[in-house]
């Protein structure tokens, strides 16, 4: 499996930005799909995922950026889509895609050892 992320780039604060994630070497629908983000000396921290569930999709957001960010996911292209508007400098970090091929409960979603692949870092910076 790969992951190819694009989208990062320089923004002002209040601005947007979509970050795309192409995956490669999936030959399931039902795998988990998340974001990731990790600012200069700070620990990596969840952002946003999206998981199969009763025959739809479920997403899920870290409390910080509910209301201004959204992850999408294009079945057919196996890429997952995170639309971030109302930028803030807060919001400046490296963001990472990953993807779990295995079922993801709840309680673990934000929980980085449940994605066993991971895409390159796209970096978004918001100034202020």
């Known amino acids: 499996v790969q992951l190819q992320a694009s989208g990062g780039g320089l923004v002002q604060a209040g601005g947007s930005l979509r970050l795309s994630c192409a995956a490669s070497?999936?030959?399931?629908?039902?795998?988990?799909m998340g974001w990731f983000r990790q600012a200069p000396g700070k620990e990596r921290e969840f952002v946003a995922a999206c998981r199969y569930w009763s025959g739809g999709y479920m997403t899920h957001y870290t409390d910080s950026v509910k209301g201004r960010f959204a992850i999408s996911r294009d079945i057919a292209r196996n890429t997952v889509y995170l639309q971030m508007n109302s930028l803030k400098p807060g919001d400046t970090a490296s963001y990472y895609c990953?993807?779990?091929?295995?079922?993801?409960?709840?309680?673990?979603?934000?929980?980085?050892?449940?994605?066993?692949?991971w895409g390159q870092g796209t970096l978004v910076t918001v100034s202020s």
């Open positions: 990953a993807v779990s091929p295995g079922t993801v409960i709840a309680g673990l979603i934000r929980e980085s050892s449940q994605y066993n692949y």
């Open positions: 070497g999936l030959t399931s629908s039902t795998y988990v």
